[in-house]
C-alpha cells in the first residue's frame, strides 16, 4: 500500500514540473510564426509597386505626369495613362485634358496617333476646332495637326499631301505640311522639295531643304542640279545648290566643285567651294590642288588656296 502511495506521489510532481514550464517550439512553428510577422518578398515588392503607381483620378495621374521630371518615371506614367484610356474615351479624354489646362505634349501626340490610326478624319476635324495659335506658348493646334500628319505619311505620302492641301491656310497647315515633308526626305526627296519652296522661309524649313537636296544628290546629282537652278528665289537657290554640292563632293568632288563655282554666287559660293576642296584634299590632295590652280584669281581662290595650305598642301 504504501508503495503505491509513493508511485502516486511521484507521478503527481513529475506531472506538475511538466506542466509549469514553456512547450518547446519547434522549426515548423518558429517559421510560421516569423511570416506572419514579416511580410514576404513578394508582398513588400507589390506594396513598393503599390506605392509608385499612379493612383486616383486621370487628372491626379496627368498632374503628377506634368510634374515629373526623371525621363524614367515620365515614361512609365505615359504608359499607364494611355492604356487606361479606351479608344472611344480618346476624343473626351483630349477634351477634359484641354479644359483642365492639363497640356502634355508626350500624352497628346500618344492619344492624338492613336486617335488618327483609327479615324484620321474624326482627329483632324477635332483639330481644326482647336484655336490658332495665339501666342508661341499656345501651339495645341499645330502639335494637333503635325502628329495627324506623320501618322497620314507614314501610311500613305499622297494621302497625306493631298489631306494636308485641303486645309485652311494658316500657320498650322504651314506645320502639317512641314511634318510631311520631313517623312518625305528619305523616301521622296523631290516630293519633300517640292514641299518645302512652298513654304515660309524660316529655320526648320531651311535645315529640311539643305536634308532633302542633299539626300537627292546622294541618289541623282545631275537630276537634283537640274531641278535645283529652276528655282527663282535666288536665296533658296543658293541653298539647294549648295546642299548638292556638299552631298555630291562625297562621290565626285571635281563636278561638285565645278558646278558650285558656276551656279553660286556671293558668300555661299565661296564657303561650298572651300568646303568641298578641303574634303576633297583629304582624299585625292594633289588633284584638289590642281583644281584650284586652274581656278581665276579672285577671293573664292585665295580662300581656297588658304585652305589648302592650312592641310600641309602647296599649288605649284
Known sequence: MLTIWVVVVAFAVWHWR??????????????????????????????????????????????????????????ELLNAITAQVTDQNLRSTLDQLRTLGLQDKDLNRRLLQRWAENDHSAAAAWALQLPESGSPEDTARAEALKTIAVELADEDLKTAMDWAAKLPASDSKNAALLAIANEAVRTDPLVALQLAVDLPADAPRDQLVERAAMEWASKDA??????????????????????IAKAWSQ??????????????????????????????????????????AQFPPGDIKRAATSQLASLGIAIK
Open 251 to 292: 562621290s565626285d568632288p571635281a563636278a561638285a566643285a565645278t558646278m558650285a563655282s558656276k551656279e553660286l554666287s556671293g558668300p555661299m559660293q565661296a564657303n561650298a567651294v572651300v568646303e568641298i576642296v578641303q574634303r576633297w584634299a583629304q582624299k585625292q590632295p594633289q588633284a584638289a590642288a590642281n583644281w584650284v
Open 222 to 243: 545631275t537630276a537634283a542640279v537640274d531641278w535645283g537652278k529652276q528655282i527663282s528665289d535666288e536665296k533658296l537657290r543658293n541653298q539647294v545648290l549648295a546642299a
Open 18 to 75: 511538466h506542466s509549469t514550464q514553456p512547450s518547446a517550439q519547434t522549426p515548423d512553428d518558429n517559421q510560421t510564426q516569423t511570416s506572419a510577422q514579416a511580410p514576404s518578398s513578394d508582398s513588400q515588392t507589390v506594396a513598393a509597386n503599390r506605392s509608385t503607381a499612379p493612383s486616383g483620378s486621370l487628372e491626379e495621374k496627368v498632374r503628377s505626369l506634368l510634374a515629373e521630371k526623371n525621363s524614367a518615371k515620365r515614361h
